[in-house]
């Protein structure tokens, strides 16, 4: 009797605090994201292994680097690489939620679109957090990589940050190829964009050409940023440049797909 | 076409409100008083008179285009609280687009929908509307009883989960992963989602679309348990036979227009007659519309269709001056009659050029 009640009477209704945004839901987001095995070995698994493969060979791990060495140079890479395939993939997320009708059937609720993007934000979020710190932890156990506390501290939130940027790159490639197996080109792109960024392997040991070719790789920018906490010297303006002109291209990608998309339905 | 659109239209904004002893009106009306004052001392009154007082959804001059398709042209329409209402219509007659101008997933390119006597945003954000989506998708990687939660979070009072499972039948299977259900469980999960704002209003668009019989009877009896209680619900359909067992009031959309709209009593009447079947070799087509009585002859080899509504005397002549045999002669199926009222003849239904999302 009291639903009867409720159906008939209809009591004061009313919109819902902060657009329906609850931590509850990123809660359920993020348990979403870590079921899926080929989320949690892109952004924890494979991370950690390079940089257990890469970070801690001897015949270089020790070597000098800025305020510390080799070691702690290629563990920021490596989290950088686990932190950008978190925010990637949870851009795509959005893309492809909005291809199979789940973000129509929000639409009916009282979610308002800002509390949707910051739930996937902080979801984001949330997964490059795990990665940076699943990659950290691997180089505090192994006692390999040496910098003052402040660069590992200051490294860590330049990572975290700076890969939320390429949430717009998952969004691009989720709009552009809305499907299941975005996953995989996803995968494969970012490793490309890692060789091009010199997350793998240094671009000072690249031939000149090839080097002045990956300065103009999405991931060359950031990755040149986020290590420079580490590495100190001077700020070159390539860096920032090569930033700001990917995620112009990301954005504008994803908003123009977006556009056409929206235009459709 | 037997049934100009003329005639039809007498029916428009004609029915009355619905006779379920259950409705809102009557709830409302025999509220025992002290019932009515505790309401009163609560302050919620004068709130529901009024709130009471406003149709559930009113849609005026409604239009929608698609560059040059004409989805919905001119709709005008008024559901009454606690009305159980059938949006009957072929595929492209325009029936989703309408919902979904409801739900304001789309805007109208001209004319009013009001849901409540709010926009249908504000309707939909304070949980007065939901809805069981035709194309809406679930997250695989979910389970159903995380997928209601996530939607139960979203609202500022939402009924328990628990509950919203046990009355969509799905309280067994809250531990399934969404990728590992049914159709038909599926369609059910939609329908929990839809009941946790405990809406006053609830919409489903072709709600049995792809399931089997089993799943419909089942999905079905959720929802009349359900209506029993006096909500007001809305359902697109081309099943003619749904709108007819579960509809106080059925709406026949074609092209983007309401073409009835009535009890199904009423409109069952308007496509009466009989189809006769028979056999005759080198029949012509001209010569057997001379019968009297014959509406429509349809040739299938040396099968001849005819639709008339006095097949008796056709037979008579069929079996008197020609060779035909097999006679066949059956009641015009629901179907039929949807199909006379709905399209003028088969082939308008599908080969009109349907934009997305405008079914």
């Not at chain 2, 079905?220 to 007001?232: E, H, L, M, S, V």
């Amino acid at each position: 009797m009291t639903s009867t009640q409720a159906t008939t009477t209809s009591p004061e209704r009313s919109t819902p605090p902060i657009g329906g945004f609850s931590l509850g839901i990123v809660r359920l987001e993020v348990r979403r994201l870590l079921r899926n095995h080929r989320t949690v070995i892109f952004t924890m698994v494979t991370p950690v292994i390079f940089f257990l493969i890469f970070g801690l060979n001897s015949a270089y791990a020790d070597r000098r680097v800025g305020h510390g060495n080799v070691s702690a140079f290629i563990m920021v890479s490596m989290a950088l690489y686990g932190a950008v395939m978190a925010n990637t993939s949870g851009g795509a997320m959005v893309s492809l939620e909005r291809a199979l009708g789940w973000s129509r059937q929000l639409r009916v609720t009282p979610l308002s679109p800002t509390a949707y993007i910051a739930i996937k934000m902080l979801t984001s979020m949330v997964l490059g957090f795990t990665s940076v710190l699943v990659v950290y932890a691997a180089g505090l156990v192994t006692h390999k990589p040496s910098m003052p506390l402040f660069v590992w501290i200051s490294t860590a939130l330049c990572v975290w940050v700076g890969s939320l940027l390429f949430a717009a790159f998952g969004l691009f490639i989720g709009y552009l190829l809305p499907s299941e197996n975005v996953m995989q080109v996803i995968g494969f792109s970012l490793m490309l964009f890692s060789f091009g960024g010199g997350l793998f392997i240094p671009l000072s040991q690249y031939s000149p050409a090839l080097r002045r070719a990956a300065a103009f790789t999405p991931l060359y920018g950031l990755n040149q940023l986020v290590h420079y906490p580490l590495t100190g010297g001077g700020l070159d303006w390539t860096w920032p440049t090569n930033l700001l002109a990917w995620l112009v291209i990301f954005v504008g990608g994803a908003v123009w797909l977006f556009r056409r998309d929206t235009a459709r339905v | 076409m037997p049934f100009p659109p003329g005639p039809l239209r007498r029916f428009q904004n004609m029915s009355s409100p619905p006779t379920r002893d259950s409705n809102t009106h009557s709830h409302h009306t025999s509220t025992p008083a002290g019932n009515a004052s505790a309401l009163q001392a609560a302050g919620l009154g004068e709130k529901k008179a009024s709130h009471t007082a406003l149709a559930a959804i009113h849609l005026c001059d409604l239009h929608k285009h698609f560059g040059s398709v004409r989805a919905v042209q001119g709709v005008n329409l008024t559901i009454r609280p606690g009305e159980v209402v059938a949006f009957l219509g072929p595929n492209g007659a325009g029936k989703t687009t309408t919902i979904d101008m409801i739900l304001g997933l789309s805007r109208p390119s001209t004319g009013q929908v009001e849901v409540y006597g709010l926009s249908p945003e504000q309707a939909v954000s304070r949980g007065l509307v939901s809805a069981v989506m035709q194309n809406g998708g679930l997250l695989k990687d979910f389970t159903v009883e995380e997928t209601v939660r996530y939607i139960s979070k979203l609202f500022s009072a939402s009924r328990p989960v628990a509950e919203v499972l046990e009355r969509a039948g799905i309280a067994g299977i809250a531990g399934r992963m969404v990728s590992k259900c049914s159709g038909g469980e599926q369609q059910r999960l939609r329908f929990a989602m839809a009941l946790l704002p405990d809406p006053d209003l609830l919409i489903l668009d072709e709600p049995t679309q792809g399931m089997d019989v089993e799943g419909r009877r089942d999905f079905w009896n959720a929802i009349r348990k359900d209506a029993a209680k006096g909500r007001t619900i809305l359902f697109a359909t081309h099943y003619l036979e749904e709108a007819d067992a579960y509809a106080d009031r059925i709406i026949l959309i074609r092209r983007g227009e309401i073409v009835a709209d009535g009890t199904a009593a009423e409109v069952k009447a308007m496509a009466s007659g009989r189809t006769l079947r028979a056999t005759l070799a080198g029949a012509d087509a001209t010569s057997l519309k001379g019968i009297p009585g014959v509406e429509e002859v349809k040739l299938q080899g040396d099968t001849v269709i005819i639709n008339s509504a006095d097949t008796d005397s056709v037979a008579r002549y069929l079996l008197n001056e020609t060779d035909a045999r097999d006679l066949e002669i059956t009641a015009r199926g629901l179907e039929d009659a949807f199909l006379a009222l709905t399209g003028d003849e088969a082939h308008d239904i599908g080969t009109a050029p349907t934009p997305r999302g405008a079914r």
